[in-house]
């Protein structure tokens, strides 16, 4: 698959998801962009500003199957996976999947389960499989998880442990609608509502060579050695006390080939680096307490983090 084929059909998957998520195209952008490179995706939010129709968006357009899974405190490991029930009739047991077999799966207010429950995303999101009664079955492909936890009511939640945050390809966050998209939506939602004039503009098996020809962006050696020292920055800030992982490296590189893919290029370029930063890193680092006293977030850091570091001339 060529690269104006990949920008063609993204364009069109964002153009799709536009006509729910109104003013929101760069947020949308990125959560593309993590589905090409066969991530997943946290959204921190506030209810209520469409993380559920992004998700029910994103699969009907590319085809794939929605499942959603409500976080309660009192959901199992087997709510999620899937269990073995006793068949009468034939007098033996079968498995009965779980929601988590689907290609776009909604793990909504993932923060409200108890760590064990949680962690029965951790193997799906990594392998893309499930064990359950020890047998190891495949999920769908492809398979994009979008989490989504409330930023602003903290009763009864969970903290994601770190190992579970570092599995997320990036974090986005809707936010509230500008004046003029928040009239937009109340004019196209009054009679019915848009997602069900969202089309399948993308089947399942040109994703996945969607996703397998974006790895194949060219990364010259500078561009890797700019995205180490971007992480690597984080590490030594003062206004960290931990600063992002390799696989933050990595994802870094990967965001990177398919931001530059869906703008048209065949290589990446430092501003493609720059664009995903914030995204792939933000949840991957720890800030010191005095940072969110002082009301600033570990992106505006990333950003001065950007401005410090030495990109490398463009190459092409």
Do not use: W
């Not at 269990?83 to 779980?98: D, H, L, T, V, Y």
């Not at 999101?125 to 989490?147: C, K, N, S, Y």
């Not at 390809?169 to 936010?175: A, H, P, W």
């Not at 992480?231 to 530059?260: C, D, K, W």
């Amino acid at each position: 698959m060529i690269i104006t084929d990949i920008a063609s059909s993204a364009q069109s998957i964002i153009d799709e998801v536009e006509q729910v998520i109104v003013g929101k195209r760069n947020t949308v952008r990125k959560a593309v962009i993590t589905l090409l490179c066969n991530g997943h995706i946290l959204i921190e939010d506030i209810p209520g500003v469409g993380k559920t129709t992004l998700a029910k968006s994103l699969a009907r357009s590319i085809g794939g199957e929605f499942r959603r899974i409500q976080f309660t405190p009192d959901l199992l490991p087997s709510d999620i996976t899937g269990s073995a029930i006793f068949n009468q009739k034939e007098s033996e047991f079968e498995f009965r999947p779980g929601p988590i077999f689907g290609n776009v799966v909604l793990a909504d207010e993932i923060n409200r389960a108890t760590p064990k429950t949680q962690s029965a995303l951790l193997e799906a999101m990594e392998e893309g499989q499930t064990t359950t009664d020890g047998e190891t079955r495949r999920l769908p492909h492809p398979f994009f998880v979008i989490a989504t936890q409330n930023s602003v009511d903290m009763t009864g939640t969970y903290p994601l442990p770190e190992a579970q945050l570092d599995r997320f390809f990036g974090r986005i966050s809707l936010g509230y609608p500008d004046r003029d998209s928040e009239s937009a939506i109340l004019g196209r939602q009054q009679v019915s509502h848009p997602l069900q004039l969202v089309k399948n503009v993308v089947n399942l098996s040109t994703m996945l060579e969607m996703q397998a020809a974006v790895r194949d962006v060219f990364v010259h050696d500078t561009i890797k050695g700019y995205i180490v020292d971007v992480v690597r920055a984080t590490r030594e800030s003062n206004q960290f006390l931990i600063g992002a992982s390799p696989r933050g490296s990595l994802y870094l590189m990967r965001a990177s080939q398919a931001h530059a893919a869906i703008s048209g290029f065949d290589f990446v370029r430092p501003d493609d680096v720059k664009a995903m930063a914030g995204m792939v890193l933000s949840h991957r680092v720890m800030p010191r307490a005095e940072l969110r006293a002082k009301g600033q977030t570990t992106e505006q850091v990333i950003d001065r983090i950007l401005e410090t570091v030495q990109a490398p001339v463009p190459v092409g």
